[in-house]
Structure formats: structure tokens, C-alpha cells
């Protein structure tokens, strides 16, 4: 038999595991193309792309400078995200960087640069639809 404190480490692990398959649910259904609620999607790009710019600093151990300028840009990417009322018509891309980011990009700058042509757009999806 499991001792209570295990049993309570597995529960924590399981829930943790749920969340973390419900925002990679979330980001494959945005990927395929599909935002039923944009509060939602937003929030869970927003912790998605927060999570995968910290992977690649991290892997790139940057300091000085050029943290100084990974922070700003962090930052300014994570904003842009943030200021959308709608999905932007370039969220089924967005999401499926943020599903598999090493796919395309093997730096921070190159994943920065590829998110901002992305975020800086002024159409949303509605914008297109019939």
C-alpha cells in the first residue's frame, strides 16, 4: 500500500499532468484552427510562450547584454499577445510554434523574430471569416 504522503505526491503529479495535457488540448486545437473562448486560448498562449522563450534563454545561458535585450523582447513579445481582443489571423501559426518551437527555430532570436512578424499583425480572424 502507498503511504498518505504518496498518495498525495501522486494526486499532486496527476493534477499538475491534467493542467499541463489540458493547455497542450488547447494548443493543438488552436494549431488545427479551431478558438472556441479567447480568454482561455490567450491565457494558455500567453503561459505557453512565456515557458518556451524562458527554454530557449535557458539553453543559451545569455548574460549582460544580451539578457538585457532577450528581457525587453520577452517582454514586448508576451504584451503584444496580451493586446489582442480577437485572435490575430495568424493564431493557427502562433500555436503550432508554440506546440513544437525547435521544429522551425534553434535560437531565441530567430523564435523572437518569427513570433513578432506574427503578433504584429492588424487582422483577426473575423476579419476573414464569411
Known sequence: PLSPLRVERVRGEQTLASAMNQEDAL???VASGKVADWD???AALHAKL??????FH????????????FCRRRDELLRLLGDYD??????QRVAELL????????????????????????????????
Request: charged share 25%.
Open 86 to 91: 480577437e485572435p490575430p489571423f495568424t493564431i
Open 50 to 55: 512565456g515557458e518556451v522563450l524562458d527554454q
Open 27 to 29: 494548443l493543438a486545437s
Open 99 to 130: 506546440v513544437d518551437p525547435q521544429r522551425q527555430y534553434s535560437t531565441s532570436s530567430k523564435f523572437m523574430n518569427g513570433m513578432d512578424k506574427l503578433l504584429t499583425v492588424s487582422s483577426t480572424i473575423s476579419t476573414y471569416k464569411s
Open 40 to 42: 482561455a486560448t490567450r
Open 58 to 69: 535557458k539553453s543559451e545561458a545569455q548574460e549582460g547584454p544580451e539578457h538585457e535585450s
